[in-house]
């Protein structure tokens, strides 16, 4: 799909360095779009150029991509509840106080904790290839293998090996350089930053109760291809949703937003119609 809005990042100083952020288009609704690890926000260019027709549409780089990681003091361990705090600041240096979050993997748990903390503000949470449930004892181990990878080897090394197996079989034989894209973009990212986010998913708590409360809706995509987030956890987390409030992605992997771009478009816009119309 070609891409025909040319996105000119806006810059926003949250204390030690300034994160670079897509602000597009015009609405009575917005969404804020957030990345997952390892990513950049340029990973949802796809639906800023859809979503930006109708909506306005917020997508940040979290700290630490492309810029200073979270100044974090010796005592202090990294946790996925900083970040929602530099985005929530970020919200409101820019006036807006109601947003739906779409929030992929990583930024799935963000959005997790955004919308159990921040009750008043978020309207809605989309769970895109992300888990309510907290690592278990053999990711919180393959978590710090990753650290571990990282600190010898290095970020781009790290992309390289662990990108590809996010994707499905069948994109990933026919899009090399969609693939490619998505190493490129994170390769800006620091070691210390990418460890700081691993350690943040490594220490969440489980958010499950978030699926059951009728305050905020909540949605999920999931992937059956999914080997981050397998499509096992997400359909028993899919069964507490009504049932209009999920889709789920055949032969797609983990990056739905490039795999299967029109079905999540669509899920998308029909998600926020339907809240607009429910209120």
Known sequence: MQNSIKLTPQHYHYGIDQLAYFDEGKGDQTILLIHGFGEDHGIWKNQIEFLSIHYRVIAPNLPGVHCKPLALHHSQVPSIRMYVEVLHDLMHHLNIDQYFIVGHSMGGYIGLSFADYYVNHVQGLLLFHSTTYE?????????????????????????????????????????????????????????????????????????????????????????????????????????????????????????????????????????????????
Not at 179 to 208: C, H, W, Y
Not at 213 to 241: F, Y
């Open 135 to 279: 690592d278990n004892e053999a990711k919180k181990t393959s978590r710090m293998k990753v650290a571990e990878f990282i600190q010898e080897w290095g970020v781009s090394k790290y992309l390289e090996t662990a990108t590809p197996n996010l994707f499905g079989d069948a994109f990933k034989k026919a899009n090399p350089a969609a693939i490619q894209n998505v190493i490129d973009s994170g390769l800006g990212i620091s070691p210390e930053a990418m460890i700081q986010f691993v350690f943040a998913m490594r220490n969440r708590k489980a958010m499950t109760h978030l699926l059951q409360q009728h305050t905020i809706p909540v949605w999920m995509i999931a992937g059956e291809a999914d080997l981050a987030v397998t499509i096992q956890d997400s359909l028993e987390q899919i069964k507490l949703l009504p049932s209009s409030n999920s889709l789920v992605l055949k032969e797609v992997g983990h990056m739905g937003m490039l795999e299967a771009t029109d079905l999540v478009n669509q899920f998308i816009k029909k998600m926020l119609l339907g809240y607009k119309d429910a209120h």
